[in-house]
Every structure is written in structure tokens, then in C-alpha cells.
């Protein structure tokens, strides 16, 4: 069985610092996708990584993808309340049944201004 | 485009009753997913399609049922309904030929809140 491994599970910081998500499996995937979800709604996709030793950038979040493609990372520079919310990493394999994805459970982000 | 639209938003069901959660996508993808989430327990795959007439079951399938008689619509069905049930159900839809580069990046519907008592 594929698994996902998020860490931390929760995370609480000031605005203006930085942290880093990390999202760990023994598999290796094919793509891995990076998710926010806030409060009463679907997640919505933030970056999808394929390549192994990739990183993406999306304004103050970058994404890395390892270069074993078993584990990413997403690091947020200078947090902001928008930033809150739950961040899923999610592995998609072409081995599996028809490239359904694995979501980790989670890292529950509160930035407070 | 309206996206992924899910009705209704909130419904609480006694032991027992049964009821449809419905999901509708106007993106002409062809795979379709239900999926509970579980407080600290991220996404579980219920039930997915690849397609109009083809289902198949996911990590989490007992106590579901599911039908895809068009690309755009896939409901969830709930025959006897159990405390257990009890969760935020999300429907999603993606494109994808199951081919590499093609990447199975999916659009979420706004969820169900269910609670069985």
C-alpha cells in the first residue's frame, strides 16, 4: 500500500515567517501535486512536480520535487493569513489503478497577523 | 464554467435512510471521483469512473454506490446509511489519458457536509 507521509501535522506561525511542509512516501510516483483546502471547501490544485530534483515557484511558495520522486516539499517565504489553510501533497502513479492519486493527510497551516 | 457543483451542501439522515449526493461537472472530463474526508484523516477514494458506463471501486467503497450514464454527472449513493457515514463527501473530476504526461490533476466540487444519527 502507498502512503504519504505529511509533516507537520498542524502548524501555527506569525506573519513574515517561513516554513516548510514536507511530504515523505517509500514509492516513488510518476507526479505529485500540491493542494490548499480552506475551511468549507474542495482543495484546490496549487503546482503539480514531475520531474525528479524539480522546483517550481509560485510567488512566495516554491515546491520541490525529490530526486528520487519519493518525497516533496513546499516552502512559504514571508507567511501571510491568507496563507492559511490545509496543504495536501497528493502522489499520482501510473502503476496503480488508473493514476487515481494518494493524499497525505495533511499539514493544517494558521498564520496569525 | 460552472466546474465541479455538488448538491446538497449540508444533510443530516437517520440510521438507516438513504439518500443520493449529487455531482455534476461542465468540463467534458472524462474521470470522475468521490472521495470522504474524516477530520485529520485527509481524502479517501470511494468510488471513481473513467468513464460514461464505467465505475470502479476505490479504498473505501462499502455502504456506497455509485452510476456514470453520462460524462457529466455522477451521483453517490447512500442505501442504509450508518453513523460511520458521517463526513464531508467531495466529488472531482479530472483529464487524463492515463498515459505519461498526461497528469491526473483534479478540480473539487465544494463538498457535502453529512451527518447520520
Known amino acids: 500500500t502507498q502512503l504519504l507521509e505529511q509533516s507537520p501535522q498542524f502548524l501555527s506561525i506569525q506573519e513574515g515567517e517561513n516554513l516548510t511542509v514536507y511530504c515523505n512516501s517509500s514509492?516513488?510516483?510518476?507526479?505529485l501535486q500540491w493542494y490548499r483546502q480552506e475551511p468549507g471547501e474542495g482543495p484546490v490544485l496549487l503546482v503539480t512536480?514531475?520531474?525528479?530534483?524539480e522546483v517550481k515557484k509560485l510567488k512566495r511558495l516554491t515546491f520541490q520535487f525529490g530526486d528520487a520522486r519519493k518525497d516533496s516539499s513546499l516552502h512559504i517565504t514571508a507567511a501571510q493569513p491568507g496563507d492559511t489553510g490545509l496543504y495536501l501533497c497528493?502522489?499520482?502513479?501510473?502503476?496503480?489503478?488508473?493514476?487515481?492519486?494518494?493524499f497525505g493527510k495533511g499539514t493544517k497551516l494558521s498564520v496569525k497577523p | 464554467n460552472a466546474g465541479v457543483t455538488q448538491t446538497p451542501k449540508f444533510r443530516i439522515l437517520k440510521i438507516g435512510q438513504s439518500m443520493t449526493l449529487q455531482c455534476a461537472q461542465d468540463?467534458?472530463?472524462?474521470?470522475m471521483y468521490w472521495y470522504r474526508q474524516d477530520p485529520g484523516m485527509g481524502l479517501k477514494l470511494i468510488y471513481y469512473?473513467?468513464?460514461?458506463?464505467?465505475?470502479d471501486k476505490g479504498e473505501v467503497p462499502n455502504g456506497y454506490n455509485v452510476s456514470r450514464s453520462t460524462t457529466e454527472d455522477f451521483p453517490l449513493r447512500l442505501e442504509l446509511a450508518a453513523p460511520s457515514q458521517t463526513s464531508v463527501y467531495f466529488c472531482?473530476?479530472?483529464?487524463?489519458?492515463?498515459?505519461?504526461?498526461?497528469?491526473?490533476?483534479?478540480?473539487f466540487g465544494p463538498g457535502t457536509r453529512l451527518t447520520v444519527l
Open positions: 512536480v514531475v520531474t525528479g530534483g
Open positions: 469512473s473513467v468513464g460514461a458506463g464505467i465505475t
Open positions: 468540463m467534458n472530463h472524462n474521470y
Open positions: 497528493a502522489g499520482e502513479n501510473y502503476g496503480g489503478s488508473q493514476g487515481n492519486l494518494i
Open positions: 514509492s516513488v510516483f510518476s507526479s
Open positions: 472531482a473530476s479530472s483529464y487524463s489519458t492515463g498515459w505519461a504526461g498526461s497528469y491526473n490533476e483534479q478540480f
